[in-house]
Nanobody, 112 residues
């Protein structure tokens, strides 16, 4: 059974950084399309960043230049490095595997 477990969320001041982790079990992360999504209160879930086998990445326009998605094959883990965080980045962040498996989500709050 494939499982995703996110961690690394929390409260951070504007301009700060966080790194989210998505530990994967039951499959090999490097052969899957992986994505980070977020959902803010009252808004639809949106794609933040994605990475495909081979390493090509995609980002939402709102996070380009600030967020970086990466994979550690040895740890079977996907990361989302978030820099220069803004209050509008506040949301629950979800890891997704293959457009079919979701993690439980981790809260990111950007506030002074």
């Amino acid at each position: 059974q494939v499982q995703l477990v996110e961690s690394g969320g929390g409260l951070v001041q504007p301009g700060g950084s966080l790194r989210l982790s998505c530990a994967t079990s039951g499959t090999i992360v490097s052969i899957n399309v992986m994505g980070w999504y977020r959902q803010a209160p009252g808004k639809e879930r949106e794609l933040v960043a994605g990475i495909i086998p081979g390493g090509s990445t995609t980002y939402a326009d709102s996070v380009k230049g600030r967020f970086t998605v990466s994979v550690d094959n040895a740890k079977n883990t996907v990361y989302l490095q978030m820099n220069s965080l803004k209050p509008e980045d506040t949301a629950v962040y979800y890891c997704n595997l293959g457009h079919r498996v979701w993690g439980q989500g981790t809260q990111v709050t950007v506030s002074s």
